[in-house]
């Protein structure tokens, strides 16, 4: 079964997974200094 997606979910998307993966390798190089680093995923 095919979906049909609104317009512009492809670029919201990207987006919305740049912004997890900046969020998550920031955590991780800032950890060894006790620095937590968070995002809210809506």
């Not at 993966?21 to 060894?32: F, I, N, P, Q, R």
């Amino acid at each position: 079964m095919i979906k049909v997606l609104p317009p512009m979910l492809a670029a919201y998307n990207a987006c919305k997974h740049g912004v997890v993966g900046l969020t998550k390798c920031t955590g991780v190089e800032y950890a060894s200094q006790g620095i937590r680093v968070n995002a809210i995923w809506l």
